[in-house]
């Protein structure tokens, strides 16, 4: 980030202070959802935008999150810093840093953002003391399923090991279905690993990949979770899964043509958009893990204002921040998305999907039990560049059928070191 606070040091600093009375708010949100219910759910944000008296713009960057981050700097760089973007995880104490970020604490101190944000979101929203504004509240580790699929081969519950899931899986391949709907690229991948690793070890994910441990991630325990993922990609996933759109993955479990789908809740916003059904067409639980009890891989969207000369932009953020908490679009946005609200005092029983009860009630018993992680695939744990060494190793392994557990913990650890 040297080069950006390069670009900073030159830069006038501004800050969010009110407006002329003139001023006239508006916004343009960089960000990533560019398809499926990802993009109904950030529609609902620039209508209630609107509604409120704001003109709203969007730029959308589809595909990986590394392609918003390059579009951000290009912008900085050329001293056209957007006046608002979806940032996670380490990528927002990096810009904080730059000091070229504006100041949220005046509004969050007047809406009593304190007190109504869930705890756990803080040290993600206020790294360096002062607010960004969350979104929502992500849970990694689902396992959605057939009920169809699994009745007709003979599972009569959804597995809560891996064992039990090889168990089930070897009987819905014998009837013909396939196991695991599944749609190649480095994060789905790394969705899906992180998943097996957190449910098979939960010491190892800490020490992995919250704290960047490269012995961890060539020590024994990894290599068994590299061996699970490949029993699942060579016998459990179809060959379809090279290609495949990545939102239509639900929908073969929906349909009753795959048994299983390991993703995280946004699915759930692809299965109501579908018109699939919970309880009839799917259902919902958490992924195996071998330690029996409740866990959480959390992942939080969130939005960072950039400091602006234009009046109109310095309106438009705290409006935009001011929506983005209000308990309206904590309620909407999130039904639409499948994800639960970041506030805590938005009541899950009128309007929100059992499934998304489940996961607020999930979230606070990993919570107490000491199971609740960040999510490393989907960038809230360690920095980067070291996050896509490891998913590149990832995909190397799912794109290589003849590479080893062994050579792949290996090649993990070197990679993500390398970047150290």
């Known amino acids: 980030m040297e080069y950006l606070r390069t670009a900073v040091a030159a830069a006038t600093a501004y800050t969010l202070v009110a407006g002329a009375a003139l001023a006239e708010p508006k916004t343009n949100l960089l960000h990533q959802w560019a398809t499926g219910s990802d993009a109904q759910a ?66 969050a101190t007047t809406e009593n953002w304190e007190k109504v944000v869930a705890p756990e979101l803080l040290p993600v929203m206020k790294p360096t003391g002062s607010w960004v504004a969350p979104m929502n509240i992500h849970r990694i580790n689902w396992l959605w399923a057939s009920p169809k699929v699994m009745q007709e081969a003979g599972v009569a519950e959804v597995p809560k090991t891996w064992a039990d899931f090889n168990a089930a899986c070897d009987k819905v391949v014998a009837s013909g279905k396939i196991c695991i709907s599944h749609s190649t ?21 800490k020490k992995a990949f919250v704290e960047g441990d490269v012995e961890a991630m060539r020590s024994d325990g990894m290599v068994k979770a590299f061996e699970q993922f490949r029993t699942m990609t060579t016998k459990y996933m179809d060959p379809g899964m090279n290609g495949r759109d990545w939102d239509s993955m639900s929908h073969l479990v929906g349909r009753g043509e795959a048994a299983f789908h390991i993703m995280g809740d946004w699915t759930l916003g692809l299965l109501t958009a579908g018109g699939f059904k919970q309880g009839t067409d799917y259902i919902c639980a958490q992924a195996p893990t071998d330690w029996g009890k409740p866990g959480f891989i959390l992942n939080s969207d969130s939005v960072v204002f950039f400091q602006q000369k234009d009046p109109d932009y310095v309106e438009g953020q705290k409006l935009l921040a001011s929506t983005i908490l209000s308990p309206e679009f904590q309620t909407i946005f999130n039904q639409t998305k499948g994800s639960i609200p970041a506030r805590l005092d938005v009541d899950l029983s009128n309007g929100f999907n059992p499934c998304q009860q489940l996961s607020q009630k999930d979230l606070q018993a990993s919570i107490d039990g000491g199971t609740l992680v960040r999510s490393m695939a989907h960038n809230m744990t360690i920095p980067q560049k070291v996050r896509g060494a490891i998913m590149d190793t990832v995909t190397e392994f799912v794109a290589t059928p003849d590479m080893t557990a062994q050579d792949a913990a290996s090649a993990m650890a070197d990679a993500a070191e390398a970047q150290m």
């Not at 704001?54 to 999150?65: D, K, L, V």
């Not at 700097?73 to 840093?97: M, T």
């Not at 690229?185 to 994910?205: H, I, K, N, P, Q």
């Open 42 to 107: 950030i529609a609902k944000l620039g209508e209630m935008f609107t509604a409120k008296g704001g003109t709203w713009q969007q730029t959308s960057i589809a595909g990986h999150t590394a392609n918003t981050l390059a579009k951000l700097r290009a912008d900085v760089i050329a001293g056209n810093a957007p006046p608002a973007v979806q940032l996670k995880g380490p990528e927002i104490a990096e810009w904080n840093e730059t000091g070229m970020t504006a100041n949220l604490d005046e509004l």
């Open 185 to 205: 690229a480095d994060w789905t991948d790394s969705t899906v690993f992180e998943v097996v690793v957190y449910g098979m070890d939960l010491d190892l994910f």
